[in-house]
């Protein structure tokens, strides 16, 4: 029961903070995706370019925008 009270709390304080619907700001943040590109260099992971309503959410809700690349592998010979 106190995880359910501490994710509504949680969804209730992002509503509060930005102004949309829990709804609105999922849908937001779900646009983002982690790419694996692999080639003769190696392997590397990326995220998705950050759109304005994106970096407006992340801005209200005090949260750093993550970083462009996650991971990079050069490739073993």
Not at 47 to 74: C, H, V
Request: with cysteine; charged share 20%.
């Amino acid at each position: 029961i106190l995880l359910c009270w501490l994710a509504l709390l949680l969804i209730r304080v992002a509503e509060t903070e930005t102004g949309r619907t829990w709804t609105a700001i999922r849908t937001e943040i779900d646009r983002l995706h982690l790419g694996v590109f692999t080639g003769p260099a190696g392997t590397f992971t990326q995220r998705t370019e950050l759109s304005q309503p994106q970096k407006a959410l992340l801005t209200k809700l005090r949260i750093t925008e993550p970083p462009r690349i996650f991971d990079a592998t050069p490739a073993t010979t």
